[in-house]
């Protein structure tokens, strides 16, 4: 399959700027720059602005010049053909900028610390907390009133279902699913309820 070269516009530092009210709530410029990265969040959404940066590093990264992307992986845009020879999408910024996105759902009310990773297409159901340093992988699904201790890792393509609580550290293995109202303690490694058996 032929390689994908791209420029899009990057996120410059000073659009960080009054994006979090005193709160640390999303102002409406705060939610427009998240959904202009295709990150959609509901209302009352607390993002640490070290989170948001990695947000935006993330989205940047692609915007490098002559930057090859596997479009299956890491673009998503919808049905995007791709020719047997290489392309570079010079111009074709204004045609692709509606599609391009990084497929993040944040539902309402939920808090995320600071230095937390989010992986495209990840998806966060309402009322959850997430913690420092935390980091959620490709594709996984965080679901309504989930506690997520710091620094908890969890794998590509997992699922944590409903009221569980992961404490610091624990670690979900990739593909795996955390049954509703788990309790996983500290440090714990959780490789169960495997998908796609």
């Known amino acids: 399959m032929a390689k994908v070269h791209h420029i899009f516009g990057g996120i410059s530092e000073h659009e960080l700027e009054n994006i979090l009210d005193k709160s640390g709530f999303l102002t409406i410029k ?17 993002i640490g602005k ?9 989205y940047n990264a692609w915007k490098m010049p002559d930057h090859p992307i596997d479009p299956r992986i890491e673009l998503l845009a919808g049905k995007l053909t791709v020719p ?5 999408l010079w111009n074709k910024v204004e045609e692709l900028k509606e599609f391009y996105r990084m497929g993040i759902k944040i539902g309402e009310g939920t808090q995320i610390g600071e ?3 989010l992986g495209l297409g990840v998806s966060i159901g309402k009322s959850c907390e997430i913690s420092e340093k935390s980091e959620l992988a490709l594709f ?5 009133r989930v506690f997520l201790g710091k620094a908890v890792f969890i794998g590509k ?7 569980s609580r992961l404490m610091d550290r624990v670690v ?11 309790f996983i303690p500290e440090g714990f490694i959780f490789n169960e309820n495997k998908k796609y058996q």
Not at 84 to 88: H, L, R, V
Not at 140 to 144: G, K, N, Q
């Open 172 to 182: 979900v293995a990739p593909r795996s699913i955390v049954k509703a109202n788990s």
């Open 30 to 46: 705060g939610k427009k720059l998240l959904v202009r990265m295709g990150v959609e969040t509901g209302i009352k959404v607390s």
């Open 157 to 163: 393509d997992s699922d944590v279902e409903s009221g």
């Open 140 to 144: 996984s699904t965080i679901h309504d």
């Open 50 to 58: 070290t989170t948001i940066q990695n947000l935006v590093n993330l």
């Open 84 to 88: 047997e020879d290489d392309i570079f």
């Open 115 to 117: 230095e937390v990773n």
